[in-house]
């Protein structure tokens, strides 16, 4: 017996009943976006393995266990994006986006990881990434976390989520950070879950952000990465808390916050939720000054986030936030009866074109009047249209309500275009 067909693991269809839920979440990001002066880029799924290698960083989680990366027929090594922000960069560099010019950016589809599918984490996942580049900040920083407070506020989540903020400091205060913590680990080694060893030598800052009890008690008593703040960076971060403060957005300083890629300096911060269990970050982001030149062009300050399409659409369901007008109703179903499909076909483009923009759908495939009116009540439309010889011969269409408790009535097509921008 052949094979079920499915598909792989963790990477999932998006059934129709599901879209509804995804356009209205995409579309309230693009309205909001829009409104904040922020131009959509789109960039390609794969790209050469390098440039993530270069710029999320070798020692990261992402590089060593989770991309998908393969040959070409050239022998090429590529990769199926893993985050968004190299490619950004890329394009920029590539197509002279930067040079003495300031950039708000976003762009929004599929990205791919390795790592075991759980509720919330697939393997391949939707994310929306927003890029800036070209100022140095507070004031960008914060305009990209008003933004997201804004996005909160448009999907009634405000409540649900918490906003946690640090700064990394420089790329020399987050060296010497690294050296110190480092100093810390290996003085207690012994105490520390495998993977914190190995990120001990790899990429220490990663350990702050262990699950594991025992290693973040011993955490407790590390250094602490504001002790190794450079003064820009500890003025960059109060005027950033001195906006949020006046615009009244609370958040939380967490010292622990580093963000999981290398690129990131100064401003990181998080959104979390406590209520999808462990997968608790619906949209991080922060500066990533230094990236653009560790890409091969000139230094170009930069800031944006990302955040997690799945996860959304999972918080706004959970939460029962999914208004009912998701759903695009049927305003009205065209019943042919006989052989009158020509004419019935021509009112229903006739119908969809109107100013009222009606959703109208063709009742297709024939059969009986009483299948086809059974066919109608599944459907969910309002109204049925029927239309017969006798309808052909005198211009008119017979409709039926199939929602009210009201007589049916023949009118012309004009009728049927008034009737149909009342409902």
């Known amino acids: ?30 309205c909001l976006l829009e409104c904040y002066g922020y131009q959509e880029l789109r960039v390609p799924i794969v790209e050469f ?30 990769t199926l994006r893993p985050e968004a922000t190299a490619g950004c960069v890329r394009a920029g560099i590539q197509h002279g986006l930067f040079f003495n010019q300031i950039q708000r950016l976003w762009t929004m589809g599929p990205m791919f990881r390795y790592e075991k599918p759980q509720k919330g984490r697939y393997r391949q ?26 996005f909160w506020r448009n999907l009634g ?67 602490l990465l504001h002790d190794y703040l450079d003064e820009e960076s500890r003025i960059q971060f109060e005027q950033l808390r001195a906006i949020l403060d006046h615009a009244r957005v609370e958040y939380v300083v967490n010292q622990k916050l580093v963000r999981g890629l290398d690129y990131y300096n100064k401003t990181v911060f998080e959104w979390v939720t406590d209520s999808l269990g462990s997968q608790g970050t619906v949209c991080g982001g922060g500066r990533y000054d230094g990236l653009v030149e560790q890409l091969g062009s000139k230094a170009v300050p930069a800031c944006g986030f990302a955040m997690g399409i799945e996860r959304l659409v999972l918080l706004l369901e959970t939460l029962n936030l999914v208004p009912d007008t998701v759903n695009t109703p049927i305003d009205a179903i065209i019943i042919p009866v006989g052989n009158v499909q020509p004419y019935a076909m021509t009112i229903a483009e006739q119908l969809r074109a109107s100013s009222a923009k009606p959703c109208v759908l063709m009742s297709c495939g024939g059969g009986t009047l009483k299948r086809q009116m059974k066919r109608a009540d599944k459907s969910g439309a309002a109204l049925a249209f029927i239309i017969g010889e006798d309808e052909v011969e005198k211009g008119l269409v017979t409709v039926k309500y199939l929602r009210e408790e009201k007589a049916q009535q023949a009118l012309s097509l004009e009728g049927a275009i008034t009737l149909l921008a009342t409902v």
């Open 1 to 30: 017996m052949a094979k079920q067909l499915q598909a792989i693991r963790g990477m999932n269809d998006i059934l129709p009943d599901q879209t509804p839920v995804w356009r209205y979440l995409e579309d309230t990001v693009r």
């Open 49 to 78: 393995t390098s440039l993530f290698a270069r710029g999320i960083g070798e020692h990261t989680d992402v590089v060593e266990k989770e991309m998908y990366t393969f040959s070409d027929r050239n022998n090429e090594s590529l």
């Open 125 to 150: 996942f939707h994310q929306l990434s927003v890029e800036t580049y070209g100022m140095v900040g507070p004031d960008i920083d914060a305009e990209l976390i008003l933004m997201t407070a804004a």
């Open 157 to 223: 989540l405000t409540d649900q989520v918490t906003l946690e903020v640090n700064t990394l400091g420089s790329v020399e205060a987050r060296a010497n950070y690294r050296n110190g913590l480092t100093d810390y680990l290996k003085a207690h080694e012994e105490g520390l879950d495998e993977d914190s060893k190995r990120r001990m030598t790899t990429n220490p800052l990663r350990v702050l952000d262990s699950k594991n009890e025992a290693t973040q008690h011993i955490l407790e008593d590390a250094p």
